[in-house]
T-cell receptor
C-alpha cells in the first residue's frame, strides 16, 4: 500500500545551520506530495506542495523537489531560525482517493 | 476569513462513554476530512464527507461515525470509548475533495479517555 517514511527525529541544529529532513514514499500512480508543519499546541499548516515529478515547492525559505526516480521529497532550508522549531510532516495523496497519508513526523529544534 | 474551527478544544471522558466533536470548514470549502493523531505519530485518516455522504473511510471501526450538515459543518462521533482513543482529532477542509487540493487543518480537539 501507499506509505511515507521520514527520518527519525529529533533534529537539533544551531541557528543559521542548513536543514535537510528526508522523506521517501511508496505509492501507486502519481501522488501529490506535501510538507506540513505543526507548531506546539497547534494544528497542521501546509508548508509547501508539489503535484508532479520534478516540481519544486517552496515557501518561507523551505524547498522540496519531487523526485520520481528516487521516490523522494526531501525538505531543505539554507538557514534555520529558532522560530522554525516545530514538527514537520511529509504527506502524500493519490488520485482516486481522498485521504492524505502522513509520515510519523520529524521534530526540529533550533538553538540560538 | 475564518479558517477551520473545531470544538471543544479539550475533552475528558471515561471508558465506555460516547463523544461528539464538531468542525466548521473554511469559508468556501465543501469537503471535510477527519484524522486521528496519537501522541508522537502522524495523523491517520478516519473518513471524509462530501455532499453529506461519507465518501471514503480509513481503517477505523464502526464505533467511529460522522455526519455532515447542509452548511458543510461536520461532527465526529465515537461510541464505547477505549483508552486507545485518546488522541488529537483533527478536522481538515478542502474544496471539491480532489486529492491534490490542499487540505486546511483546524487546531484539533484533544480527547483524553480515562
Amino acid at each position: 500500500g501507499n506509505s511515507v517514511t521520514q527520518m527519525e527525529g529529533p533534529v537539533t541544529l544551531s541557528e543559521e545551520a542548513f536543514l535537510t529532513i528526508n522523506c521517501t514514499y511508496t505509492a501507486t500512480g502519481y501522488p501529490s506530495l506535501f510538507w506540513y508543519v505543526q507548531y506546539p499546541g497547534e494544528g497542521l499548516q501546509l508548508l509547501l506542495k508539489a503535484t508532479k515529478a520534478d516540481d519544486k515547492g517552496s515557501n518561507k525559505g523551505f524547498e522540496a523537489t519531487y523526485r520520481k526516480e528516487t521516490t523522494s521529497f526531501h525538505l531543505e532550508k539554507g538557514s534555520v531560525q529558532v522560530s522554525d522549531s516545530a514538527v514537520y510532516f511529509c504527506a502524500l495523496s493519490t488520485s482516486g482517493t481522498y485521504k492524505y497519508i502522513f509520515g510519523t513526523g520529524t521534530r526540529l529544534k533550533v538553538l540560538a | 476569513d475564518a479558517g477551520v474551527t473545531q470544538s471543544p478544544t479539550h475533552l475528558i471522558k471515561t471508558r465506555g462513554q460516547q463523544v461528539t466533536l464538531r468542525c466548521s470548514p473554511k469559508s468556501g470549502h465543501d469537503t471535510v476530512s477527519w484524522y486521528q493523531q496519537a501522541l508522537g505519530q502522524g495523523p491517520q485518516f478516519i473518513f471524509q464527507y462530501y455532499e453529506e455522504e461519507e465518501r471514503q473511510r480509513g481503517n477505523f471501526p464502526d464505533r467511529f461515525s460522522g455526519h455532515q450538515f447542509p452548511n458543510y459543518s461536520s461532527e465526529l462521533n465515537v461510541n464505547a470509548l477505549l483508552l486507545g482513543d485518546s488522541a488529537l482529532y483533527l478536522c481538515a477542509s478542502s474544496a471539491g475533495g480532489y486529492s491534490y487540493n490542499e487540505q486546511f487543518f483546524g487546531p484539533g480537539t484533544r480527547l483524553t479517555v480515562l
